[in-house]
């Protein structure tokens, strides 16, 4: 099994920036596509952004995030980041993060039911 804990999240004012942290124990980080993804009340839970096994070389992001958002993974501190930047209100919503293995991470991001592992979420609240 594969523990997932978020953390970063918080209230922030339109135009604010936050940092989530994924930390993973139980087993190895390395080989496990991970991702973040988010549910605000009344919607789906859709994949943000997604980045490959090992090194990472590879991401992924929505539509609504890219150029706003980045995703990082440091494999030794078994731990996934998600740098936000230019934050909106309609960003408000619980954010997940989640791992898998054996799907690209275009299939990780666009299916939630790719997902193997799924952290608790925390939440993130955008408003003035």
């Known amino acids: 099994q594969l523990q997932l804990v978020e953390s970063g999240g918080g209230l922030v004012q339109p135009g604010g920036s936050l940092r989530l942290s994924c930390a993973a124990s139980g087993r190895n980080l390395d080989y496990h596509a991970m991702g973040w993804f988010r549910q605000a009340p009344g919607k789906e839970r859709e994949g943000i952004s997604c980045i490959s096994s090992r090194s990472g070389a590879r991401t992924f992001y929505g539509d609504a995030v890219r150029g706003r958002f980045t995703i990082s993974r440091d494999n030794a501190k078994h731990t996934i980041y998600l740098q936000m930047t230019s934050l909106q209100p309609e960003d408000t919503a619980i954010y997940y993060c989640?791992?898998?293995?054996?799907?690209?991470?275009?299939?990780?991001?666009?299916?939630?039911?790719?997902?193997?592992?799924w952290g608790q979420g925390t939440q993130v609240t955008v408003s003035s």
């Open positions: 989640a791992a898998a293995q054996g799907t690209t991470i275009e299939g990780m991001c666009n299916r939630t039911w790719a997902v193997d592992y």
